[in-house]
């Protein structure tokens, strides 16, 4: 079971940037993947997931802002982060798990690489 998370970079206040997250070794429709971020100095804080069906969640600091999909043919899901905010600078982790699963981070047993984002002027 591996992830990768990549498309990360340097963006300026209301940039966008979109996310991979390439799942391989298991089919991606079997697993709900997760979106969690860690900025400096912070606790890692879960921000999004979409489970099997398809369902997803946002935390209320990306609510509005970010967009969660999967393409099951590619075995990848995407990021889509619009607006973003110096606030937003963190390492970008998606991580899997099997339902149910939600905002906890024991809940998903499978984690990659991050990818850097950094939101500066």
């Known amino acids: 079971v591996q992830l990768q998370a990549s498309g990360g970079g340097s963006v300026q206040p209301g940039d966008s940037l979109t996310l991979s997250c390439e799942v391989s070794?298991?089919?991606?429709?079997?697993?709900?993947i997760g979106w969690f971020r860690q900025a400096p100095g912070k606790e890692r804080e879960w921000i999004s997931y979409?489970?099997?069906?398809?369902?997803?969640l946002y935390s209320n600091s990306v609510k509005g802002r970010f967009t969660v999909s999967r393409d099951n043919g590619k075995n990848t899901v995407y990021l889509q982060m619009n607006g973003l905010k110096p606030e937003d600078t963190a390492v970008y982790y998606c991580?899997?798990?099997?339902?149910?699963?939600?905002?906890?981070?024991?809940?998903?047993?499978?984690w990659g690489q991050g990818t850097l984002v950094t939101v500066s002027s």
């Open positions: 991580p899997a798990g099997r339902p149910p699963i939600g905002a906890i981070e024991s809940e998903y047993h499978y």
């Open positions: 070794r298991f089919s991606s429709i079997s697993y709900a």
């Open positions: 979409i489970k099997t069906d398809g369902s997803r």
